[in-house]
T-cell receptor
Framework: DADVTQTPRNRITKTGKRIMLECSQT?????MYWYRQDPGLGLRLIYY???????NKGEISDGYSVSRQAQAKFSLSLESAIPNQTALYFC????????????FGDGTRLSIL | GQQLNQSPQSMFIQEGEDVSMNCTSSSIFNTWLWYKQDPGEGPVLLIA?????ELTSNGRLTAQFGITRKDSFLNISASIPSDVGIYFC???????????FGQGTELSVKP
């Protein structure tokens, strides 16, 4: 979905490095999410935000942090990357109403050596 | 953390065949969603279901929200090569927000 843009699309880095993944959206949605995808495990929620400055932990938040400084932007950071954080990362957005479906970006493939 | 049980994990079918996949959960959901993921892309919403018993179609795709609110199925009729991809179910609790995803069903279609 071109309305949800993730950067970078691919990143290879070393253990111990700090990494930031960016997500921006032009859909005007209040709610934003970060998921991680691993083979055979589907997508698992890392963090989510229902509004600017609102931050909530998801299922697997350990080792990650996020920042929501503007409605259109939600960034995910790995403070000290480790190899088992190698995965495909997706950002998603949704409207405020409880029945609004989530729309996903095209993902960031992150490899940690 | 909780996950949905999605089956089958993979399917290899002949073009023209019908496909069925399902998800079950120990929890009750308010909303069931079905997404498709193509290689190198993010999941794209196929069908959203909001009421127990609801049956909704989108072209050759049909999905149902189970009466118990703990399960859902997706059928694809007369499959074509572009149906290839990974299909995910996702459940959402009342109040909206975060989704719980199934493990995915990888579909391969032989021409």
């Amino acid at each position: 979905d071109a309305d949800v843009t993730q950067t970078p699309r691919n990143r290879i880095t070393k253990t111990g490095k700090r990494i930031m993944l960016e997500c921006s959206q032009t859909k005007g949605h209040d709610r934003m999410y970060w998921y991680r995808q691993d083979p055979g495990l589907g997508l698992r929620l890392i963090y989510y935000s229902f509004d600017v400055k609102d931050i909530n932990k998801g299922e697997i938040s350990d080792g990650y942090s996020v920042s929501r400084q503007a409605q259109a932007k939600f960034s995910l950071s790995l403070e000290s990357a480790i190899p088992n954080q190698t995965a495909l990362y997706f950002c998603a957005t949704s409207g405020q109403a409880s029945n609004q479906p989530q729309h996903f970006g095209d993902g960031t493939r992150l490899s940690i050596l | 953390g909780q996950q949905l049980n999605q089956s089958p994990q993979s399917m290899f079918i002949q073009e023209g065949e019908d496909v069925s996949m399902n998800c079950t959960s120990s929890s009750i959901f308010n909303t069931w969603l079905w997404y498709k993921q193509d290689p190198g892309e993010g999941p794209v919403l196929l069908i959203a279901l909001y009421k127990a018993g609801e049956l909704t179609s989108n072209g050759r795709l049909t999905a149902q929200f189970g009466i118990t609110r703990k399960d859902s199925f997706l059928n694809i009729s007369a499959s074509i090569p572009s149906d290839v991809g990974i299909y995910f179910c996702a459940g959402q609790y009342s109040g909206g927000g975060k989704l719980i995803f199934g493990q995915g069903t990888e579909l391969s279609v032989k021409p």
